[in-house]
């Protein structure tokens, strides 16, 4: 069910909110967490809010979309409300903002939080430099970028590193868990010999091949080179190589003295990515010690 509420207030939404719970039978009993979305002009809201339902069956929640209209155009609140088939697990509320009131969406989105449960951002297109210090962002215990459509994904990255606050995470980092678990699991089967240095390389544009090339400098403590080309991580060992590709099935291993290892994972969508951070809300401490790690990635000529 989709109700949309033209020029209109916080109490006329709240109102609407519970009205429709009671006709409906949506009821926010079992919500985990309110989650906001901050979209930009450049944004596309319909994606991000499909991701988030997607992402709200494994952690019901109320999703909370902040566009902005023109500034120059008079104060306006246009809304939104989704709920049923139309929400997936969630209750979604699109708050459009106009005029002077884009620039003071924290004070529009305040009523909606579920009271007594966890505030995670999600800036799925821009994102503050600063998340933390970010009007929305100081909302939240946990705060969601995502570095891979950025323009500039290096720069970006680099923001990421220079203004990390506890509690900020990026969706390019948890598009590379498949990657480090299957590398981890290769580098624990014997024999264990000493790594002396590592190379990744992916697309040009790829952030998530830079944080894997990050993590790979804090976990190894080793030179780790980046180049351009098709997927994939080598790690040089003093027995061979240890080499992690990707077929059109899945991950590909080969190490020196084992048979060719394989896992069956694709590219991970939006919706799986943030899924995945929804489930923590305490610090990522690996996340953080791979934007530091990125100091140490040198370029392939």
């Known amino acids: 069910m989709i109700v949309d509420l033209p020029d209109t207030s916080t109490m006329e939404i709240s109102k609407k ?4 719970r009671n006709t409906g039978g949506e009821v926010t009993v079992g919500r985990v967490l309110t989650l906001l979305v901050d979209t930009d002009a450049d944004t596309d809201a319909e994606g991000p809010v499909a991701a988030s339902n997607d992402a709200s069956r494994e952690h019901p929640c109320r999703i909370i979309v902040v566009t902005r209209g023109d500034r120059r155009e008079s104060t306006r609140l246009d809304s939104q409300i989704r709920v049923g088939g139309d929400a997936g697990a969630s209750e979604v509320v699109v708050l459009e903002l106009h005029g002077e009131l884009a620039d003071h969406a924290e004070a529009v989105v305040v009523p909606f939080l579920l009271p007594d449960t966890p505030v995670v951002t999600w800036w799925p297109g821009w994102a503050p430099d600063l998340p933390a210090a970010d009007p929305l962002g100081r909302l939240a215990s946990r705060r969601i970028t995502d570095a891979r459509g950025a323009e500039d994904p290096a720069g970006f990255l680099a923001a990421r590193r220079t203004g990390y606050t506890a509690g900020d995470t990026d969706l390019a980092w948890s598009a590379t868990t498949p990657w480090r678990e299957m590398l981890a699991s290769a580098v624990d089967r014997p024999p264990h010999m000493p790594i002396t240095s590592a190379h990744v390389q ?15 400098v804090h976990a190894l403590g080793v030179p780790v080179t980046r180049g351009v080309g098709n997927w994939e991580v080598r790690l040089d060992r003093t ?3 240890l080499q992690m590709t990707v077929d059109e099935i899945g991950g590909v291993l080969r190490s020196p003295g084992h048979p060719d290892g394989r896992a069956p994972f694709h590219p991970r969508t939006t919706a799986e990515c943030l899924t995945e951070e929804l489930r923590r809300l305490d ?3 690996v996340y953080r010690a791979a934007l530091q790690g990125l100091s140490g990635v040198r370029r392939a000529d």
Not at 17 to 20: A, D, K, N, R, T
Not at 202 to 216: F, K, Q, R, V
């Open 202 to 216: 992916g697309p040009a544009s790829s952030p998530s091949i830079d944080l894997i090339g990050g993590w790979l």
């Open 283 to 285: 610090a990522d401490v």
């Open 17 to 20: 909110l519970v009205s429709m």
């Open 239 to 241: 027995d061979g190589p």
